[in-house]
């Protein structure tokens, strides 16, 4: 999953990549965490392509209504208002592919940017919770 994802991302050398997923032992149902997964795979991908970032830090936090998986970078950010523009746009493939994701979990996505280099992404998703076997 994500831990994997950012794991793997590390070892390569090319950014230092942090992951904190605690979601107490909770599942969402697998159709689901595809698209999750895939949606934070391309956000990372967005920032490892245009933000110049040194460095990730991932955070999923599962409670009883909702998971959130929050993407901070140190790098370049991009608004809300032009990662809508974008994906409206041509050159916006990854953040469509984003976009339609996130809706198809009936999730929600907010794009920070604090400053120069200080810059968040935050999925959020009403958690419908699969009981782990």
Do not use: M
Not at 16 to 44: G, H, W
Not at 89 to 108: D, F, P
């Amino acid at each position: 999953g994500i831990a994997e994802l950012c794991r793997q991302l590390n070892a390569s050398g090319q950014i230092k990549v942090e992951a904190v997923v605690d979601t107490k032992d909770r599942r969402l149902p697998a159709r689901s965490e595809l698209q999750l997964y895939r949606a934070v795979r391309e956000v990372i991908n967005n920032i490892l392509k245009h933000s110049q970032a040194a460095a990730i830090d991932v955070a999923v936090r599962g409670t009883d209504e909702s998971l959130s998986v929050r993407v901070h970078h140190n790098g370049i950010g991009i608004s809300n208002e032009a990662a809508t523009q974008l994906a409206q746009s041509e050159r916006g493939v990854g953040l469509k592919s984003i976009q339609s994701r996130v809706q198809l979990v009936n999730g929600t996505i907010q794009y920070l940017t604090k400053g120069q280099s200080d810059s968040e992404i935050i999925i959020e998703v009403p958690a419908v919770w699969q009981p782990i076997k």
